[in-house]
């Protein structure tokens, strides 16, 4: 067993370090009001490859895999976890073209976007279903060589950017659901304003309208009726960057802590002098530790898994433990701050409200217990 | 035009524990010195105006073979190494005739050797100077920029109280200031191909040089103590005094 990381891996984490307290921290505070996050970002992190860490080479990537991507992903979830947001989305959505996607539209759509020039998403949510694939109401009608579709999808991260979109529509003549490239802002594309969410500010949400957006059929991804194997790989690929972004959090919430425990004093003598404060430091190094191993060891078995459902089972048991513990731990670092964690001059009020968003996402924590008890029981 | 830069491998100085005023140098990560950092930036540079080739020179013990891949990922185009274990401490004179040897040696004949002005560890500053000396080269100290021409290069030198600009003829010793450039940051596929570019690896002997003696045993290695001055203010106007009276303001 080999904890060590390799002197490859080390610079990539400190690539990502760098950037992140360079350009990234300097602006936390302004991207969380202002809820958006400055082009030059997007394109630095294009300019050190950060769009396409896990992909091969031969598509633009920097054939790094998952295990690098965690690194990073760590570093700029604590910086901003709304930057994270953006990159795992895209990351989420190229993915299931880097499994699924036939040669053509590897060459075709992963070059830009492993370059940050494009930004990818993933179409599954509805104001109808964001669980139930059977519930899925968004249609693609075959008309010769195309497909004719129309719909909403609700909450789809970086729907804003130009990029590819995986989407998920059930054919009307099968009622099969089918996984499709579309590219974001071809004709009868349109989109919402952003949702005003609770945390995560930054990374953009938006709703998307499909009317009567044309395609050629060369753009369905995987074959006819494939769309639940896609969207189930995909989104434990996805979990892959939430669980990373978390950890970010986490480790977000243990560095600011410490930092206060060592600046506040009471009576001449810093509050870290304090047992209960130094419990809740202990805390958060544990849960922290506990987190980092879990998701460094989730991005190795995503380079290395080959069976689906135990690569499902590990990133739903990641993605749930390190997004409860990232919570804990944002409360502990609150409490560590006492009422100045309440005020938005303090960097533990945005990392308390970005915690809730990871439990939520690509399944709620109590979806993932039943993914992960499924696969050890043997029954759905 | 082939610039050598010389780049020492020393502990991630932000990893150093302090321990009873001693810092503990186990198990902390290695990494190249900063102003080094910006010596190899310096170079970049100058290799993407003009056709130039970077070489990154390093003596040490047999780790900088991987630290070295951060110079590689970071712009170098190659690397001339020379290792063994006694070159891990090894004394500014050691250190100046290992690095001076091994550029006689290079088959392509360097046009510009760049230094930082000190390392990130000691900060002696020597090292620059003496190779200079041995090599009988010209060298300029404290540069802020390096502009090179045909056959020459204009330095400038930050000096305490003014700038000064001069013209030396290449082959020539250039030690840089960290106020010159700012170090990129390298790009995960750099990264990657870090490992994969050409290196040539040297022991002492095969440059004809003895290294007995060569280490320096620190005795002691302290951390300076900061004082705090706990001076007590009570209006706007006695703090500006305060700072003023300590020069940290109105100088
Ligand atoms: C920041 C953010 C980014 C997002 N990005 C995307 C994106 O890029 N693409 C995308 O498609 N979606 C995205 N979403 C949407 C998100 O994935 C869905 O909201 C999520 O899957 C849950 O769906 P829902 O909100 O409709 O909840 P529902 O599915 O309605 O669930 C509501 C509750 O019912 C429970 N429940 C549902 N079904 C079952 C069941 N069978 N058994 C037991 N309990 C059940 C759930 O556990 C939950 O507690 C994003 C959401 C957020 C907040």
């Known amino acids: 067993m080999d904890f060590n990381l390799s002197k490859e891996q080390e610079l990539i984490q400190r690539a990502a370090r760098e950037f992140a307290e360079k350009y990234i921290e300097p602006i936390g505070h302004q991207i969380d009001v202002e809820n958006s996050i400055p082009p030059e970002i997007i394109s630095g992190l294009g300019e050190l490859d950060m769009f396409g860490i896990p992909f091969a080479e031969e598509y633009g990537g920097a054939g790094s895999g998952y295990s690098s991507y965690v690194l990073a992903m760590e570093q700029f979830g604590s910086a901003s976890s709304g930057v994270a947001m953006i990159l795992s989305a895209h990351t989420l959505g190229l993915g299931a073209i880097s499994v699924f996607g036939t040669e053509e539209q590897k060459k075709k759509y992963m070059p830009k976007c492993c370059k940050g020039e494009h930004i990818a998403s993933f179409a599954f949510t509805e104001p109808g279903t964001g669980s139930d694939p059977k519930q899925i109401a968004t249609t693609a009608t075959k008309e010769g060589d195309f497909y004719i579709l129309n719909g909403t999808k609700r909450f789809i991260s970086n729907a804003g950017f130009p990029g590819p979109l995986v989407l998920m529509a059930k054919e009307t003549e099968s009622g099969r659901v089918t996984a499709f490239i579309v590219e974001k802002f071809c004709e009868g594309y349109s989109i919402s304003e952003p949702w005003e969410k609770i945390g995560m500010h930054g990374g953009p949400l938006l709703d998307i309208y499909l009317e009567n957006v044309k395609i050629p059929a060369e753009n369905l991804l995987g074959q006819s009726g494939f769309g639940y194997p896609i969207l189930q790989l995909g989104i434990s690929y996805g979990k892959v960057g939430v669980s990373s972004t978390a950890l970010g959090g986490l480790l977000a919430s243990y560095k600011e802590a410490v930092k206060y425990a060592k600046e506040k004093t009471h009576r001449d003598e810093p509050i870290g002098k304090f047992a209960t404060i130094k419990v809740a430091i202990a805390d958060l190094a544990e849960k922290y530790e506990a987190s980092k191993w879990l998701v460094y060891r989730l991005g190795y078995l995503a380079d290395t898994l080959k069976d689906p459902m135990q690569f499902a089972k590990e990133a739903a048991l990641a993605k749930d433990f390190v997004c409860e513990e990232m919570i804990n731990a944002s409360r502990i670092c609150m409490n560590v701050h006492g009422s100045y964690g309440l005020m938005k001059d303090y960097k533990a009020e945005r990392i308390y409200r970005d915690s809730i968003m990871g439990s939520q996402v690509e399944g709620v924590s109590d979806m993932q217990k039943m993914i992960v008890a499924g696969v050890i029981l043997g029954m759905k | ?251």
């Open chain 2, 1 to 251: 035009m082939n610039i050598v830069v010389a780049m020492k491998q020393i502990p991630d100085l932000q990893q150093i524990r302090i321990r009873n005023r001693q810092p503990v140098f186990e198990d902390v990560p290695l990494t190249l010195g900063p102003i080094d950092k910006n010596a190899l930036e310096a170079a970049v540079a100058i290799k993407e105006q003009l056709e130039a080739q970077v070489t990154v020179l390093s003596a040490g013990d047999e780790n900088v073979e991987d630290t070295v891949k951060e110079a590689l990922a970071a712009g170098a185009d190659q690397c001339y190494l020379v290792l063994d274990d006694a070159l891990k401490n090894a004394e500014s004179s050691v250190t100046a005739e290992v690095l001076a040897a091994a550029l006689k040696q290079m088959e392509d004949k360097p046009d510009l050797i760049l230094f930082g002005e000190g390392s990130g560890d000691n900060y002696s500053g020597q090292v620059g100077s003496r190779v200079a000396a041995i090599l009988d080269l010209p060298q300029v100290g404290y540069a802020s920029a390096i502009e090179v021409g045909e056959g020459k290069a204009v330095v400038t030198r930050s000096l305490e109280n003014c700038e000064e600009v001069v013209e030396v003829t290449l082959p020539a010793v250039v030690t840089v200031i960290a106020g010159i450039n700012e170090p990129r940051i390298p790009s995960v596929s750099q990264i990657l191909k870090a490992g994969r570019k050409p290196k040539e690896i040297v022991e002492p002997d095969e440059l004809n040089l003895d290294l007995e003696n060569a280490k320096t045993d620190t005795l002691s290695n302290l951390a300076p103590e900061t004082q705090r001055k706990r001076v007590v203010v009570k209006s706007v106007d006695e703090l500006i005094q305060a700072l003023t009276s300590e020069a940290l303001i109105g100088r």
